[in-house]
């Protein structure tokens, strides 16, 4: 079982840079690819950037060049450098496996505000 805590949001101007924290607790983490999710008010929750645990990554499409994710096996967390921010960023941010491991359950989640 794997318990997860994200941190690190904020309120950020448009243009500004905010650095996302996923902690995971138990046993497994470095087994799985890793995900930071973000859910919107009133949308569904989507998948905006995935790291495998060999590093490999992936990004939408709407946060290419502007969002980083990375991972530190040795510490089970993983990381979203998120630079050059829009409003339309703002939204709770989430990590889980990819795919979701259900059994994990979410965390609170980060809330990112991008508004002048």
């Known amino acids: 079982q794997v318990q997860l805590v994200e941190s690190g949001g904020g309120l950020v101007q448009p243009g500004g840079s905010l650095r996302l924290s996923c902690a995971a607790s138990?046993?497994?983490?470095?087994?799985?690819?890793m995900g930071w999710y973000r859910q919107a008010p009133g949308k569904q929750r989507e998948l905006v950037a995935r790291?495998?645990?060999?590093?490999?990554?992936n990004y939408v499409d709407s946060v290419k060049g502007r969002f980083t994710i990375s991972r530190d096996n040795a510490k089970n967390t993983v990381y979203l450098q998120m630079n050059s921010l829009k409003p339309e960023d703002t939204a709770v941010y989430y990590c889980?496996?990819?795919?979701?491991?259900?059994?994990w359950g979410w965390g609170q989640g980060t809330q990112v505000t991008v508004s002048s």
């Open positions: 889980n496996a990819y795919p979701v491991v259900s059994a």
């Open positions: 138990g046993s497994g983490f470095t087994l799985y690819t």
């Open positions: 790291i495998s645990n060999g590093g490999r990554t």
